[in-house]
C-alpha cells in the first residue's frame, strides 16, 4: 500500500494541522509514513499546502509529483493542484470556496466543509470535516483510530475544541462513505 | 474629475508577494511616488535586502541591486562612489539593518556617505517566519522568545536610530509609523526628505518606519496598526532623531 | 464630488481602507477575486470626499481617488 | 532505556537528539530552511537548563561556540548554505584551537542567495574545509529523520572525542519533513557532564592556565600543530567512515548517493530490482571521512552512478576511490532541481 | 624597607614583544594588578583580541582563550553564560573592538551581558603596521591615509564609548588616558570598577583607554604621551561616560 | 608600449597591474601579509581618480566590490586567508549575481589565526568554491612577481569576458618578496572603459531597469541560471587553462607545484639536470581550470611528484587528472613549512 | 626613605620613568642589556620619595618600588 | 654568480634600505634579484632583517637558510643570524653595537660604522657605510654603480642626505678594500 496525498487551502484553514494528524495516526498504525511541507516566502499570503505519503515500505522522496489524493480547502489552491493528481486519482474539494467542473479522469468529492464548519459553530474545523470525508472514502485509517489521535494530540482542558472536531471529523466521514 | 491618486510610474502595476495588510507595500508605494515627484527616477539605484522585502527590484521601476542579508550598506556605499552622479538607496529591514548588519549600517553612517537609507522596523524577523529582531519589545512572544521577550535572555530592543545620530557623519534621521493615513503622509515626508538631502549632497538620511506584520504579531491589519500605536511607538518615539 | 475606484483583482483583502474611510464608504465584499481573496467594493452613495485616505493607507496601491 | 515513538521534522530531530547527548549551548541565526531547528532549541533548551542565544549574525553565533566549547559545554549551532558561508572562518579557527563544536547546515540552492529549495551542493565546501588551512570537519549526512536524530548524537561524541568540530549536512526535504522516530528517554543533564574536559576554560585554581588558542607563531610551532592535526585525521580516517551498501553482491550498477538523494536512488533501486536489474547502492553517511572501503575495487566491470543534487562535488571522492580502476558516471541537478526516480531509471538503463 | 611596587602575580615574570613606550604593557599590568586585589586570579577568564595583544595569554598568569578578530564579545558572552560563576574579559584594540567587531561589540551591550571590557583606543591598527583605524584623528597619518584622514574620503573617527552609553544594557563606561602617571592610577582605578560591577551583576562594563602607540605613531614613548594629552583627548574626551 | 624595470614587491605589483587594467574601485581590509597591496592602493588608486576604501571588515570589502562592480567598475578586494574565509558569501553571491570581480589572497599558514608565514593550504577553497553553491572561480596562481603583475591584468580581463570572480592566489613570500619586473606606461584610464557593461547598474534611462541579483524563486529559476553557469565553467576549462611545462619531453619523474613551491622546484630542477636526472615540471597557472592538458598521460611510467605547502590539496587534482593512468607522490609542508630544495632532491630520489 | 630597584634586562629603554621622575633619579644608561637595548639606572643619592611615579608608567614592570 | 645576503639590525637602522638599494644596483646590471624582507610582528621591538639574492640565473626561493655574507648592524641580530653563515662565508660587523670573537670558519670584518656614521654627523648612514664595506670586500656592485642608485633613488631636493650617504659608503668602501 502507498499513499500520496497533497494537502491544500490557504494560510488559516489548517491544511499543515490536516496533514499532520494523518501522518501520525499512520505512524500509531505502524505504517511508514512522511509529512512535507510548503516552507519559506512560498507560505507568505498565497496557498499553503503540506504533502502525505502512506506506505508500507521504506518511502524515497516525501515530495510528491503526482498525488493519489488531493485535498483542496480553497480555489488558488484547486487551480495550483488540480493537474497533480493522478488518473483514477481522488479529489476532496471544499466546495464552500471552489468549485470544480465534470471529470472523467479522476473521481470527485465535492462538499461544502467550510460551511458545514460554520453550522457546527467553528470556521476553522473545516480542515478536519475534509479529512473525515477523505479518511470515509478511503478508508486507510479508521474514524476510531483517528479520533484517538485527536485526544492525544489535543491541548490538555480544551475539550470543547476537541469535540467540534470530533463532530466535523465524522460528519465528513459520513459524507465521503456515501 | 481628475485623478488625484493614483499608481506612481516607480511602481511596476504587478501584484506583491506581501501578505494582507503589510507595511512594506505601503512604503514600497510611498518611496515610488517620492522618486516620482522628485523626477529621479532614471537615475535612481535602490538596493533590496535580503527580508521580505527581498524581490522589492520586482516591483520597482528603477535600477535596483540585491545585497547579501545585512550588506545593504556597503554594496550602496560602492555604488554611490563608483556613480556619485546617481541617486542610491537602501531598503532594509530590522534585522537586516540592525542585527546582521549593524557593522556595515553603523561604518556607511560614520563615513558619512551620502546615501538615503529606508529602514522598515516591524520588530520581528518576517520573511523567515517571525523570530525575535533586535527591536523586538520586551515581551513580544515570537517563535524565538516563546514566552516574550526576556531582558535577562534576550536583551534589549536596540535603537540604532538614536545611536547614529551620535555620528558626525549622519545628516539627517527620523522616525515615522504607518499606523495611519496622516502618519503615513508624514512618513512620505520624511522619504522626500531624505532623498532631497542626497541631491543636495548632504550626507547620510535615514528614515526609520514603524511597519506592521501582521503575519507574524498574530493580530489582523487593523490591530497592528493599532498595535504601533500603542506599544511600538512607545519604545520607538516617532519624530526627528537628528 | 469625487470618487475611488478599487483594483479588486490586486486587493487582499486587508480591510485598512474600510477602517479609515470617514465616510464608511468601502465595505468588504461577499466575492472572492480570481487569487482566492476577499476584495473590497466603493460604495458609490455620492458622499465620497476625496480625502485619499482609503488609497493612502492601501498596502497594496490598489485605489485611485478621482475629484 | 525507554523508547518513545514521535512524529517530528528532520530539523526538529537534530534539535532533540543535540539536546539527548547533552547538548548545553546552542547559538544560531534564522534562516530558511533551517528555522524549526533554532525555534525548537529556544523552547526546549532553556528547559533542560541550557543556553539558548539567537545571536546578532551567524559570524557571532559561530564565535559564541567557539566560546562555550572552550569552556567546556557541548556546543552547537545550525544554518543553511550562505549562512554557512559566513561561518568559515570561526570553523577554521575552532579546528586550530581543536575545540569541539557541532554545525548543522540545512542547504538550501546556491550560489548566492539562491533561493531556499533543497541542495546538496555544499559538499565541498564541508570535505575540503571551506575555511583556510589544512583541516577537516567530520561531516555526517543522515538520510532520514530517525538517523538526522542519532547523528546528532553521534556528532557530540566524536567532537569531543577528537576535539574538532562536526558537521552534520541535510538539506531543505530532510529538514523541513517530518517522520516517525524512536527517541530515547534518558535525561540530557546525564550526558552533559560524562566527559571531562580538563582543557577546558574554567578558572585555573589547583591548575596552571589553560589556554585556547589557533594561533602559533614560534618557528615551526604551527608546522606542529598541523602535523598532530594531520596525525588525527589520519586516525578518524581510518576509524571513523560510514556507510550502507544495499545489494552490492552481484550489482553491475552501484548507485552512490547520500542525504535525502539515497532516499530517492534507494526508491529506483527498489524499481530497478523488481525489474531484475542487478542495482547496488552505496550510501556514504560519513562523506568526511569518505567511505573509501564501501567500494569493492576488485570487479573492474561494476560502473558506478553517483547521483547528487549539485553537479558533481561527491563525485570527486568516488573518482578519487575509484582512482580509475572502473567506471565513473554522474547524475546531478543543482539550484534546487532533484534528480527523480525516473530519471535515475532512465540513466541506469542507458549504462546498463 | 617594604616592597610597595611589584610585579602582579596575575602578570607572568617574562618580557612582552611590545615595543618600548607602548600603552599594552601598561594596561596588562593594571589588569593583572586589579585581578590580584580583588582576588580573582583563580577564576578570571581573559580573552586576548587579534591585534598587537594578540598573545596577551602569555603574560598572564590565568585562563585565557584567543578570538578571532572583533569576535572577543561573542566568545565572552558564550563563556560567560556558561560559566556565569567565572569573571570574564575582554582586551581589544579599537580596530577589533569598533571596526570588524563593531557588530559583536554592540550586541553584547545591547544584550546587557555581565561582562568586563578592555578596550585599547590607539588610535591606529599597530599590529598589522599602522593602518587608520576607526578612531584615528582627522588629519592624522597612517599607511591608508597617507596624506592624513579626510572626512571626506575616510569618514570621522568613531566614539564607539558614546554609541555604547545609550544602550539601556551597558551600566558603566569610562574613558581612561595613559598619558602620565596620574592618568594610568585613574585607568587603574576604572578597570578596577568595570571588574567589580560584574563581580556585582551589574551588567556590561567598558573602560576605554587612551593608549600610545609609539611605533606608529612616529613619535617617540614621551612624545606620544604628549600627543594623546594634547591631541587625542580631544576629539575623546576623558571621563565617565556612562 | 614604453616599458620600464622597477623592483617592486609582489604585493605591490598585483595592485600596479590592477591599476593598470584599469581597476578603478579597491576595498579591503589589513591584513599580514598583504599589507603592502593596501598601502600601494591607498596611495595610487586615488591618484588615477578612482575610489580606495579601507572598509570596517573583510564583509564589508567583498560587499563593496559587489556594488562597485555591479556599477560597472573594475573592482578589486585582496586579504589573506582568515579574511577570504569571511569573504566567502560575498564571493558565492558575486557568482551568482554573475558579476566580474578580482579577489587576491596572499596566503598565510592556517587554520584558525595560525600565523602569517607563507603556505598554500587555501587552493580548496580557492578552487572547490569555499562558498555555498555550484560555483567557481578562476584562480591564477603568479610564480613571480612579474607575473603578479601581469596576471592582475589578466584577472581582470577574464572576470570582464566571463562575468565572474578571478581569484588571484599568492603566498607570504610572494606577497613580501622584490623583484625586477617590466611594467608598461600607457595610462590607466585608457583601460577602464573599454568594456561597455550594458548590464550594469547606472540608472534606468533610455533603457529598462537593470537588475543585478543571485536570488531565483520561480521554479525551476536558479536551475537555468545554474545551468548557464556551468555551461560557461565548460567553455572556460576548455579555453583557459594556463601552465608551463618544463623539460617533459624525456623526464621520469615530473614535478608538479605553483607559485612560490614551483620556484623552489624550479631550483631542484636545475640542481638534478645538472646531476644528469630526468626531471621535468609541470606549473600549473590556472589553478581552475585546473591544465589537465598539461599532463601527457601516454607514458605510463612517468611519476608524477606533487609539491605543495599544504598536506596535499593541489594533489587531487593531479590524481584526478592522471585518474590511475601514472603514480602520483606528494611531498607537502603546512603550516609555514617550505619544503626546501633539498627535500625535493631527496623525495625525488627516493622515486628514481 | 625609599628606593627602586630596575629589572634592567626587561627595560626596553623607552626614558618614561625617566620622564617622569620628579627628582630626576633616572638615567640612561652607556651600556646595552643582552637584548641589545638601552636600559636605565637608578641614580640612588637618597632622593627617592617612593611616589612610583617610574614604576606606574613603565610598560614593561621592571621597576619595583620600597619604602 | 649567486650571492645570497642577509642584513640585520635594529628596527631603525635602515636594513631594509641597504638591502633595497643593493637590489636595485644589482637590478640595473641586469642581473635577477630578490629582495624579502622580515614582516608583520616580527619586526615589533626586536631585530629587523632582510635577505637579498644577487644571481646570474633565475632565482628560486628568496628566503635564505644559508648566507653567503652577513651584514649585521647590531648585537641581538649577531645572536640570531650568527650561525646562518656559510663556511668561508663573510660576515661585515657593525662593532660599535656588537663583537663577534675569533672565528676560522668565516671572514668576519668589523668595523664601528655606527660611529663613523656620527662622525659624519648622520647617525642614521651607519648602514651606508655597512653597505660601502661590503662592496668593498666583495665588488659585486661598483661604488659608482651603487652611487648613480643613491641618485636615483634619492628623493628630490635632499641633496645634503644624499651627500652624506654618499660619504659614509665610500668611507665604508675603503675600509672593506682594505
Ligand atoms: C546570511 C543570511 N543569514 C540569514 C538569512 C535568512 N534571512 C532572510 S531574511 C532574514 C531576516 C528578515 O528580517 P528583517 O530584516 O527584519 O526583514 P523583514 O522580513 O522583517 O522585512 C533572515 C534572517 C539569509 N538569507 N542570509
Ligand atoms: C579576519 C582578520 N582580519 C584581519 C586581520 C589582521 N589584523 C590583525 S590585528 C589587526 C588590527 C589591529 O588593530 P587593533 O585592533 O587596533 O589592535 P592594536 O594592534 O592596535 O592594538 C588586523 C587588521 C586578522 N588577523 N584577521
Ligand atoms: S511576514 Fe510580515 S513583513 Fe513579511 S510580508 Fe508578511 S506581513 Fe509583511
Ligand atoms: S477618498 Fe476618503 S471618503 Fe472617499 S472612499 Fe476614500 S477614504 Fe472614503
Ligand atoms: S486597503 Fe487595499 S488591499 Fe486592503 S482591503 Fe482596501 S483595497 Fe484591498
Ligand atoms: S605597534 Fe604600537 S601597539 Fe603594537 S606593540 Fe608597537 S607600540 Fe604597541
Ligand atoms: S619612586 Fe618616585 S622618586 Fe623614586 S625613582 Fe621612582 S619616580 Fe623617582
Ligand atoms: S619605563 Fe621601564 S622600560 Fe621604560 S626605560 Fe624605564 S624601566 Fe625601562
Ligand atoms: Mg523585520
Ligand atoms: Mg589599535
Redesign the interface.
Known sequence: MIERIIIAGSGGQGVMLLG?VL??AA?RQGR??????A???EVRGGTSYCMVIISD???????I?KADTLIILNNPSLERFKGRVKDEGLLILNSSLAKAGANKRIKVLQFPFTDIALKLGNIKVANMAALGCYLGAKKIITIQEMLEVFRFMAPAGKTNILEVNEKALQEGAKLGDG | MEKIFFRPEALYDVPTHYCPGCGHGIVHRLVAQVIDQLGIREKTIGIAP?GCA?VAYDYWNFDCS?A???RALAVATAIKRVRPQNIVFTYQGD?DLA??G?NETIHAASRGENLTVIFINNAV?G???G??A?TTLLGQKT????DGRDRE??GYPLKISEMLALLPGVYYIERVSLHNPQEVLKTKRAIRQAFENQINNSGFSLVEILSPCPTCWGLNPKESLDWIRDYMQKEFPLGRIK | MAKIIINQDKCKGCFLCVSFCPKGLIKKSAKLNKRGLNFVEFDDRGECIGCMQCAVICPDCCIEVYK | MPKK?I?ISGNEAIAEGALQAGC??Y?G?????Q?EL??YM??YM?KTGG???????????I??????S????R?MTSSS??G???K???I??????ELPAVIVNI?R?????????P?Q??Y??AT????????HTIVLAPGSVQEAYDLAQTSFYLADKYRMPVMILGD??LG?????ILVSHKSPAANRHNKQKPWA??????RK?????????A?????????K??RKYKVIKNKESRFENLFLDDAKVVLVAYG?MA??????L?RLRLAGKKIGLIRPITLWPFPERAFCLRNKRIKYLVIEM??G?ML?DV??TV???AGVEFLG??????P??EEIINKVKKIL
Chains 1, 8 share one sequence.
Open positions: 499532520k501522518a501520525q505512524m511508514f509514513v512522511t509529512w512535507f511541507p516552507y519559506g516566502p515500505w521504506e518511502i524515497g522522496s516525501p515530495y509529483n | 535580503v527581498v540585491e547579501a542579508h545585512g534585522g542585527a546582521i549593524t524577523y520573511m523567515t517566519g523570530q525575535m533586535p517563535s524565538t522568545t516563546i535572555k534576550h | 515513538k512524529l548545553s549551548f547559538a541565526y534564522p534562516i530558511t530552511p528555522n533554532i525555534a529556544a523552547q532553556p543556553v539558548f542565544i539567537q545571536a546578532e549574525s551567524e559570524l557571532a553565533a564565535n559564541m561556540v567557539y566560546g562555550a572552550a569552556a567546556g559545554a556546543a548554505s550562505p554557512i558561508s559566513l568559515q572562518e570561526g577554521s579557527y575552532i579546528a586550530g584551537a542547504m540552492g546556491g550560489p548566492g542567495l539562491g533561493n531556499i529549495a541542495a551542493s555544499d565541498f565546501q575540503r574545509g571551506g575555511g583556510h588551512g589544512d583541516y531543505g526535504i523541513q519533513m517530518m517522520e516517525p576554560l574554567s578558572g585555573c585554581k589547583g592556565p589553560n589556554i585556547i588558542k589557533s594561533f602559533a607563531l618557528e615551526g610551532a604551527l608546522e606542529e600543530l598541523n602535523l592535526l594531520q535525502t532516499r530517492i536512488a534507494k526508491s529506483a527498489g549539485s553537479y562535488q570527486e573518482r578519487l582512482n580509475g580502476k541537478r543543482s539550484g534546487g532541481g532533484v527523480s526516480e
